[in-house]
């Protein structure tokens, strides 16, 4: 199975500021790679898929970018709504995977 | 709307067997890959398995190959996921969740774009 490893696995920001996530596939996945946000209690919600196609709804503030094995998730001005988790998930082959998740929290 | 309601889930004991369905509404059943997707407490989101918008194909995680089961009825417009054998690294959140690509088949793959609320399994004596 492919792997996925995100990094930080934390993260302290503060409103306004810049983030981006890295998320790294043990294996070429071209650009088979979607973004969640997931908040407590909550069930995921999409964001990005295709590495860079934001989905309908979602705040320009959230880009994503990479293809091959190396993508990264960015978030140009962070909003208090923002502080969350997030995921990396591959849908290059089966079975899929996901990413350990990075907790983005206040500063 | 897509909605995604998930039921069936308890408290079983390690060895035994649960089945959770997904009744799903608001987009045609029929047409779309679905996915279950587990979350134990605390930790991350782990993809489980995938059935084929007409049953064809079904694709499993590895730590639960040859113990659970997905299937569909496409006429009642339901999923289901049959747990045999089960442990306590099972215990977690089940969420159902529908494929972005319709008649998804062959080379096609594709991504989650919705989510049910999701269903609490316990596996515990």
């Known amino acids: 199975a492919i792997q996925l490893t995100q990094s930080p696995s934390s993260l302290s920001a503060s409103v306004g500021d810049r983030v981006t996530i890295t998320c790294r596939a043990s294996?070429?996945?071209?650009?088979?790679l979607a973004w969640y946000q997931q908040k407590p209690g909550k069930p995921p919600k999409l964001l990005i898929y295709?590495?860079?196609s934001l989905e309908s709804g979602v705040p320009s503030r959230f880009s994503g970018s990479g293809s091959g094995t190396d993508f990264t998730l960015t978030i140009s001005s962070l909003q208090p709504e923002d502080f969350a988790t997030y995921y990396c998930q591959q849908f290059n082959s089966y079975p899929q995977t996901f990413g350990q998740g990075t907790k983005l929290e206040i500063k | 709307q897509v909605q995604l309601v998930e039921s069936g889930g308890g408290v079983v004991q390690p060895g035994g067997s649960l089945r959770l369905s997904c009744a799903a509404s608001?987009?045609?059943?029929?047409?779309?890959?679905m996915h279950w997707v587990r979350q134990a407490p605390g930790r991350g989101l782990e993809w489980v398995a995938f059935i084929r918008y007409d049953g064809s194909n079904k694709y499993y995680t590895d730590s639960v190959k040859g113990r659970f089961t997905i299937s569909r009825d496409n006429s009642k417009n339901t999923l289901y996921l049959q747990m045999n054998s089960l442990r306590a690294e099972d215990t977690a959140v089940y969420y159902c969740?529908?494929?972005?690509?319709?008649?998804?088949?062959?080379?096609?793959?594709?991504?989650?774009?919705?989510w049910g609320q999701g269903t609490l399994v316990t596996v515990s004596s």
């Open positions: 295709d590495a860079s």
């Open positions: 969740a529908k494929d972005y690509e319709a008649y998804c088949g062959g080379d096609c793959y594709s991504w989650v774009d919705c």
């Open positions: 294996q070429a996945i071209s650009s088979a």
């Open positions: 608001g987009f045609t059943f029929s047409s779309y890959g």
